[in-house]
């Protein structure tokens, strides 16, 4: 193997010198300990490991201190060496050197990529500062929840700064996460400045206009804290608003500093100032629930007597009707407010009074419940008999042709007595008189029939009989008015016995006489309906 050629040839490689500054400890390290071998076996070995170590370290592999070492190390090989291990020692040395030349070239290959891609996001962003009113009016609007009444007039100009503010926060952020990963990425020095020049512009147009805003919004948020705080909280006391109230308010504020982008220095002044506020709405609170404790001991003494009556009440309850039992209560209701009782024991109370009422409206309940399944019942029976009462008349109507004049007569007469009785709607009603009316013309063609084929003595007698009829009533009626006359004069007060017996006995005789007409009519009458049937 020509030795002294290749050693020269690994000579042609170019590495910038490095300075004593730039020398890491391990690097001295290695340098001062190179010296104090003695022999060249040693040193080469002492170098060979400081390279494979220069390489293989995690993170960035220090080439520069590698390549000089490499330097350092390469005479040694033209010293007496056994040629065995020289050439161990040499092939492990151009193993190293085509290593670090390859690892070189890879880490080169992913810094163009990582240059490539921090590019790309530069441009990204150079692109949405360009279209910032676009991203600005696209953006969400800004929500603040509950916004407290101190500031409710100025939530809308605050969500306005606040949603310009969030956009350039997004970018700032971007940005600036865009330098760190310039700063730690393996690059060549001019294209870091080129991208630091770029992202320095960006932020000439991002950073003034955020500051800006932050300093607007942090005056309006200093401003409207301080104004709340100089309206509710006077002398060491809360004024304008209840304790509870000023409380939530403070919350509300708390949580609004926390949404919108404020200085670090109004941040800290209205924290500390809101805190302030909320320690003396604790102290308040504290005070009220002492005032509240105190009056529910009162309440306690004074709800015993109560307790009492409502107890004796309920062992009478059962025995009384609802009426007397509401009366009972409300007498209790009545001493319940002129004594002190706290809202929990009056609602405890009036719970309990509530209970002794149950039992009575349950049963009341349930009689009402009875009394409506009673009357659907009713209902229900009532339309069954409408229902029945029609089909009979349909079917009477049906029936007719082939029935007798008298039975046909009787079963019509006898359905109108059920319509009379039966209690039908107004539109039932109706549908019933329209089939009794068709009904009743049916008889009534019946019995013209009957009559148009009697004979000629038969209708003679039946002229006669009717005659006979129409004067018996007018005579009837004549016995009617002379009986009522009679009853008038023996109502009089001023009679004398004599005449009391008199009238009496001619009452008597008319009432005897009134009933014989009636018999002589009902008599003729069925004789007419013979004929006529």
């Not at 030795?3 to 290695?30: G, L, N, V």
């Not at 969400?140 to 503010?165: M, R, V």
């Not at 009679?495 to 008599?523: C, P, S, V």
Request: net charge negative.
């Amino acid at each position: 193997m020509n030795f002294t050629a290749e050693p020269c040839q690994e000579t042609s490689e170019t590495t910038p010198s490095i300075t004593a500054k730039e020398m890491s400890q391990a690097y001295r390290d290695f340098e001062a300990k190179l010296a104090s071998f003695s022999t060249p076996e040693e040193r080469i070995t002492h170098g060979l490991s400081f390279m494979r170590s220069a390489i293989s370290q995690e993170g960035t592999p220090r080439f520069r201190e590698f390549w000089e070492a490499r330097k350092l190390v390469l005479p040694f090989f033209k010293e007496n060496i056994n040629p065995a291990i020289r050439s161990n020692l040499w092939g492990e040395y151009v193993e190293l050197t085509v290593e670090a030349r390859k690892l070189k070239e890879i880490l080169e290959e992913q810094s163009a990529f990582a240059i490539e891609q921090i590019d790309l996001a530069v441009t990204a962003l150079e692109k949405e500062r360009e279209s910032f009113e676009t991203l600005l009016a696209q953006a969400a609007d800004i929500q603040f929840g509950g916004a407290t009444p101190s500031i409710a007039a100025k939530t809308t100009a605050y969500a306005t700064l606040q949603k310009e503010l969030n956009l350039l926060n997004t970018l700032a952020a971007r940005l600036n996460g865009l330098r760190k990963e310039v700063v730690k990425t393996d690059m060549r020095i001019r294209f870091k400045t080129k991208f630091f020049k770029r992202l320095s512009e960006l932020g000439d147009k991002i950073f003034p206009r955020r500051k800006e805003l932050i300093e607007q919004v942090s005056q309006e948020f200093a401003r409207d804290v301080e104004s709340f705080c100089d309206a509710h909280f006077q002398n060491g006391t809360a004024v304008g608003a209840p304790y509870y109230a000023l409380r939530e308010e403070i919350k509300s504020l708390q949580g609004m500093a926390k949404l919108l982008t404020l200085s670090s220095a109004v941040f800290n002044k209205t924290r500390l100032k809101l805190s302030e506020c909320w320690d003396l709405v604790k102290s308040l609170e504290k005070e009220h629930k002492k005032e509240i404790l105190a009056k529910k001991a009162v309440s306690s003494e004074n709800r015993q007597a109560i307790d009492a009556k409502v107890a004796e009440l309920a062992a009478q309850s059962a025995e009384m009707s609802l009426n007397e039992l509401n009366q009972q209560i409300d007498a209790v209701l009545a001493e319940m407010r002129t004594i002190d009782l706290h809202r929990d024991d009056v609602r405890a109370l009036r719970d309990e009074l509530a209970k002794l009422r149950a039992p009575h409206l349950q049963a009341q309940e349930e009689k009402a419940k009875a009394m409506e399944e009673q009357e659907r019942e009713k209902l229900r029976i009532k339309r069954e008999k409408i229902s029945a009462l029609k089909d009979n008349i349909h079917n009477l109507i049906k029936e007719s042709a082939g029935l007798e004049l008298d039975i046909l007569m009787q079963r019509f007469e006898s359905l109108q007595q059920e319509a009379k009785a039966v209690d039908a709607t107004k539109i039932d009603q109706q549908h019933i008189d329209r089939a009794l009316r068709q009904l009743r013309d049916l008889v009534l063609e019946r019995k013209e029939s009957s009559l148009l084929n009697l004979s000629e003595d038969d209708a003679k007698a039946l002229e006669n009989l009717r005659l006979v009829l129409q004067q018996k009533k007018q005579r009837r009626q004549e016995i009617k008015e002379q009986l009522e006359t009679v009853r008038r004069m023996l109502g009089g007060s001023n009679l004398d016995f004599e005449k009391a017996m008199l009238y009496q006995e001619l009452l008597e005789q008319e009432k005897e006489r009134l009933e014989k007409a009636n018999a002589g009519i009902d008599e003729i009458e069925k004789k007419i309906n013979g004929f006529e049937g």
